[in-house]
């Protein structure tokens, strides 16, 4: 499996890499941000690596599948729709994450476990419609939007005890 490498790139823009299928690993050794649509409808065989990632802009991975682990260890922001109608076959783990947008992972699938041990907002739909077989942990959350979890499946989901619920946040939560 072959290994594409973008290096002294800090910034990926709008569309630059749509409806691509990536058989390899892809690392991102510098990128800060990924544009909106900017992986949009994409294919990832391989892992994704984006070390020093802070941004993640509006349905950047839309529509995407990974078969691979992902890697965004410092992403402190995912923008609307980011991860929206896609499919993440590993674990997913956003260490310092700090804000997740309106519907950014919307009617997801999640074989694994989703980690954001730093997450103080969860917004609106944020995961409206998504399915999980693991625990979602999300110890430091603070505040968490209006049908947030409606409709979604969970096998856990693991909430400080300070946080502001907004209307039906859990929303129609099965299991």
Do not use: W
């Amino acid at each position: 499996m072959d290994t594409k490498k973008l290096k002294y790139r800090k910034i990926i823009k709008k569309n630059e890499f749509e409806l691509e299928l990536n058989e390899g690993n892809i690392e991102l050794p510098l990128v800060e941000e990924i544009g909106d649509f900017a992986f949009r409808n994409c294919y990832f065989k391989g892992s994704l690596i984006m070390p020093f990632c802070k941004k993640i802009g509006i349905y950047a991975f839309n529509s995407s599948i990974f078969d691979k682990i992902i890697e965004i260890q410092n992403c402190e922001e995912i923008g609307a729709n980011a991860f929206s109608f896609s499919e993440f076959k590993d674990h997913l783990f956003l260490p310092k994450c700090k804000l997740i947008d309106d519907s950014a992972f919307a009617s997801s699938r999640f074989y694994s476990n989703l980690e954001l041990p730093k997450c103080e907002k969860i917004g609106r739909y944020a995961f409206v419609n998504s399915q999980f077989s693991g625990v979602l942990n999300v110890p430091e959350c603070k505040f968490i939007g209006k049908n947030a979890f409606d409709f979604s499946h969970f096998t856990m989901i693991k909430i400080g005890s300070n946080v502001i619920l907004e209307e039906n946040c859990v929303g129609r939560y099965t299991e």
